[in-house]
């Protein structure tokens, strides 16, 4: 009896430490954003409780003559779907454009009449999916009362306002009735931003460019380092030629291919690009500079 009250009160244990342990892993980091848009799937091998790799689409192999969105594939003269413009909506009335090399989109430029001077002690309504303003603000102590709240973040905002979080900045939210402040990710009231690098990259992924991110941000690139004959691949602080063994452990830039942890010879001290999580490098710059 005793026996079987000891293996009960083990198993016990290790059921609460196996628990505690789950509760206090922390989340996986979020993928570059060249990777959420591009498609690629995330790969955990063994022993990897987050993605240690990407399977991505051949850019290079793609159709020169058409467009990609979204894992859609667009004709020439073809516009985007309602769905896949309303994750753009601030590049309006997008079509596949054959005039360039490779096939790129053509979008408008859009006016919001807020851009243009907003009123003082007024709430501008915003809709998810669309760019500017809907209707007329809400204007007036008394009729700015009868919104429902939102606080997020410390902040209190009124229903039809934007929010920005701070910890995922590569979401926007909505304040809307019973809007729940707890969550972002999975929230029915926040969407994670487009960056459209797809619809407005498309010729340096083909030519096999790789996105400049600032600082820790991971949402949206600001800018593209592209292959020079020049480049060359620098290993834990040399220059080395060292063979990468494992091709699914490998990064490609341009002629180079690089092992977890290479980098990218750099002349601009501001700008460091790394073999981080296969199969695509990506470049930080310094917030310093």
Known sequence: ???????????????????????????CPAPPKHYTELGCKPIKDEGHRCPNRYECPKLTDRDGQKCYFN???YEPGTGLSKTDQELVSCSPACRCNNKTS????????????????????????????????????????DKIEKLAECYFEGELYREGQKMYPTEESCYSCHCQKGFDN???VGNPHCQEVNCGIELRSSERLARGCIPVYF?????????WRCPEDKDTVIVEGRRGTEEVTDPKMQCKFGKLTMAVGD????????????CTVPPMPHCIQSRDC
């Open 1 to 27: 009896m005793m026996e079987k009250v000891v293996i009960v009160a083990v198993l016990l244990c290790c059921s609460l430490v196996a628990l505690c342990n789950a509760e206090t892993e922390e989340p």
């Open 71 to 73: 894992g859609n594939i």
């Open 102 to 141: 490779p096939a790129s989109f053509t979008c408008a430029s859009i006016d919001c009449p807020e851009f243009f001077g907003r009123k003082e002690d007024c709430i501008y309504q915003y809709e998810k999916g669309q760019c500017c303003s809907s209707g007329a603000p809400v204007c007036g102590e």
């Open 182 to 184: 707890s969550t972002v």
């Open 215 to 223: 600082g820790n941000d991971r949402c949206c690139p600001i800018s």
């Open 263 to 274: 980098s990218i010879s750099s002349e601009d001290k501001c700008v460091s690009c790394k």
